[in-house]
């Protein structure tokens, strides 16, 4: 399982503002084109690994800040399905 947890975090630490806004609408997450800027930016920069609970949690706190608690939730929801 450990490649397909490389292939996700590779991914999250890739990611564009467009794809972010692709994913979030498929799955509900309700997210403007700024906010999804800097949150994709944010995630860029990090070189997380969302398998680890802490980063993923620093994360999460992070994402809050950006786009508020309610939208953390829907996306620590997502990361949380990606590492089931």
Do not use: C, W
């Not at 930016?41 to 398998?51: A, E, K, W």
Request: glycine share 4%; hydrophobic share 40%.
């Amino acid at each position: 399982m450990k490649i397909f947890e490389n292939i996700i975090n590779h991914k999250i630490n890739t990611i564009t503002t467009d794809e972010l806004l692709n994913y979030a609408a498929q799955f509900e997450i309700a997210i403007s084109k700024g906010q999804a800027n800097k949150i994709a930016t944010y995630l860029r920069g990090s070189h997380v690994n969302i398998f680890d609970n802490a980063q993923r949690t620093s994360i999460i706190k992070e994402i809050a800040k950006i786009s508020g608690p309610d939208t953390a939730r829907e996306v620590n929801k997502l990361f949380l399905k990606f590492t089931s």
